[in-house]
């Protein structure tokens, strides 16, 4: 069964740095989100992508963060100057299509940890 | 922003047993959707629920969309143990026609099994 992969699945960082987290979205899936989740507490949407543009962002998603597709097949987070508190799980989901875009298909996360 | 209260937050039960968990809502949203997350993975789609008062069932799982379209709940019959996870509601609200997949997650409920 096509699955979302997401590499690596633990990074480590120093505040300050920046990040870049990677996703292989299904295939097919034409819409593509990042969520974070914090330890313990709920899933976050941060981000929503088609058509090679954002289609809506919380409030979480600011300047230090942005969002690309590279190429044909990845899909990527990039975090400019990480803060103690992004240390969190993001995880990428991927949809199919409008119609059926509510059936996000999410990865199994990398787990960001900033020191 | 739209909150979505989950309830119970955690449910230690014997195998066999029937569980009940629900959420509610301040506001409404157009597709309920019921999530389940093992440890180190990304929330996996249960049920996905589109019109107020549907009831949908998938094997032991049966969930339904409040006709208010404010809340939802999830029934697990005859517990087994790799039931065990969170458990996570979720909403969607599209506006003017389309939806970016936005979900708005609940805080999830902790479900152990014993067996």
């Known amino acids: 069964e096509p699955e979302v992969t997401q ?7 120093q505040m300050g ?18 969520y974070r989740q914090i330890l313990g507490q ?12 954002i289609s809506e962002k919380s409030e979480i998603f600011d ?22 508190e992004d240390s969190a799980m993001y995880f990428c989901a991927s949809s199919v299509s409008f119609a059926t875009n ?3 298909f999410f990865g199994s996360g990398t787990q960001l940890s900033v020191l | 922003g739209q909150q979505l209260n989950q309830s119970p937050q955690s449910m230690f039960i014997q195998e066999g047993e029937d569980v009940s968990m629900n959420c509610t ?5 157009n597709t ?27 094997g032991r799982l049966t969930a339904q969309f409040g006709i208010t379209r404010k ?16 458990y996570f509601c979720a909403g969607q609200l599209r506006a003017g026609g389309t939806s970016y997949g936005k979900l708005t997650f609940g805080q999830g409920t902790i479900l152990t099994v014993h067996p």
Do not use: M
């Open chain 1, 7 to 13: 590499t690596p699945s633990h990074q480590v960082t």
């Open chain 1, 17 to 34: 740095q920046e990040v870049i987290l990677r996703c292989v979205p299904i295939s097919n899936h034409l819409y593509f989100y990042w």
């Open chain 1, 42 to 53: 709920k899933v976050e949407f941060l981000v929503s992508f088609y058509n090679n543009e």
């Open chain 1, 63 to 84: 300047d230090q963060f942005s969002v690309e597709r590279p190429d044909g097949s990845n899909f990527t987070l990039k975090i400019r100057s990480t803060k103690l």
């Open chain 1, 102 to 104: 509510e059936k996000l």
């Open chain 2, 25 to 29: 809502s301040s506001s409404i949203f």
């Open chain 2, 32 to 58: 309920w959707l019921w999530y389940k997350q093992d440890p180190g993975e990304g929330p996996v789609l249960l049920i996905a629920l589109y019109k107020a008062g549907e009831l949908t069932s998938n």
């Open chain 2, 71 to 86: 809340d939802s709940f999830l029934n697990i019959s005859a517990s087994i143990p790799s039931d065990v996870g969170i």
